[in-house]
């Protein structure tokens, strides 16, 4: 079986060193951060990404490859258009091909409750000129002839698109490069340099940067990273297995969630799998911490989660993990460069065998690869894109809550806006980080 395509054994692209002062500091070098360092970049300030381990290694290039409007929170619906645009302008100015296409996404519905949550979505869609719409079992069977399971009906969004993650994300880091980021893989920022109350840079293990605005993308670290500085923030992160299939005939040239088997057409002409519910939470010290943020969610899917007791060593929210270090030491950053975890080869197996049904033609389906990745998830569903005001200088953006790869360049230009003081072009009130204390109801999206 094939390994990851970005593992610790790939080699470092960008190796440093990192310069002395920088306009602007972006830590991470996921989507987030490398469209938010670009957008910076473009806008003539001097930018430095640091990632701790390799671009893109971690979900940014697990996810599933989808680029949707569809089902989205209406809160990240403006965001999500910009990004759909562009999307289609960064395709352009990369130097490979990146899979970009639009073969729409389909939610195929086999119970009436599944058909209403898809129409009562559908509001949301209009407003924000997304052409979604309902299907009839009839036109659910013309579209997919072979489908072995009946359907009642179906929510659908042409113009919806998918990308190759694991090329997608380091094209588009390549682009940044290009326009005078100053990109460093293996560098981890191990603390904030703070200053009179505000930030006069970053402290990384190569050393002192100077800068007095930073942005916090680091996915699933974030919450570990802002708690060594007292900021607390309940973010907690959940494995998501995916399996490749070998190369198929293409049943459709999109990608289609019907309750047990998400999938996605890739360009090596494979499929990707992934189950659409049920993630596995790994329990330890933050997740009693924010229990009481994610009541809401657990009352209203008690069983949405798969509970683990143990994190494995180094993870973020392992029990052994340290929550408190001294900048001139080694961090949980430099531990554990990439977060790889291991898939749940069960959930593998199940999957390959829910697809094989759903379209018995293809018979025994042939595993190219299988891998996880953990999503980092807030207690609304929903990320915290926000200056930080207990820390002028400081910018975060994260919690994507596994809708950050299609969202992600529009959230970047979000945050180049927030940073610069332009303004976001957005309502970003739904995203702020005090939600969490002052006392605010946790709203969840629409659960489609």
Known sequence: MQPFPINATTPITYPGPPPAASDII????????VCTALFLARDGH????????RIAAEQSSRNWGWIRQQGRDPDEMPIMAEAQAIWR????QTDVDIGLRQGGIAYLAQKPAQLAGYEDWLPHARANGADSKMLTA??????FPTLATPQIGALITPSDMRAEPWVAVPALAGIAAREGV??????????????AGRIAGVITEQGRIKSSQVVLAG????????????????????RENVAATEPLPEVYAGAVSDGRVAFRRREDGGYTLAPPGAPELFVGPDAFR???HFMTQLLADPFGQRLHPFAPKGFPDAWGTKRRWQPDAPSPFEAMRILDPAPNMAKIRRLLRDFSAMFP??????LKSAWAGMIDTMPDIVPVVDTVAALPGLTIGTGMSGHGFGIGPGMGRVLARLVTGEGAGHDLSRFRLARFSDGSPMILGPNV
Do not use: Y
């Open 46 to 53: 001097s930018v430095t990404l640091l990632e701790k381990g």
């Open 219 to 238: 996915g699933a670290w974030s919450a570990l990273f802002l708690r060594n500085h007292g900021i607390s923030m309940p973010q907690l992160s959940v």
């Open 138 to 143: 009839a036109e659910v069977t013309r579209l």
């Open 182 to 195: 100053q990109i460093i893989e293996n560098c981890a920022v191990r603390a904030l340099d703070i200053a």
């Open 361 to 366: 033609e293809f018979g025994p389906i042939k």
């Open 290 to 292: 924010a229990l009481p």
């Open 26 to 33: 972006v830590i991470g070098g996921g989507i987030i951060g």
């Open 89 to 92: 302008d960064l395709a352009g």
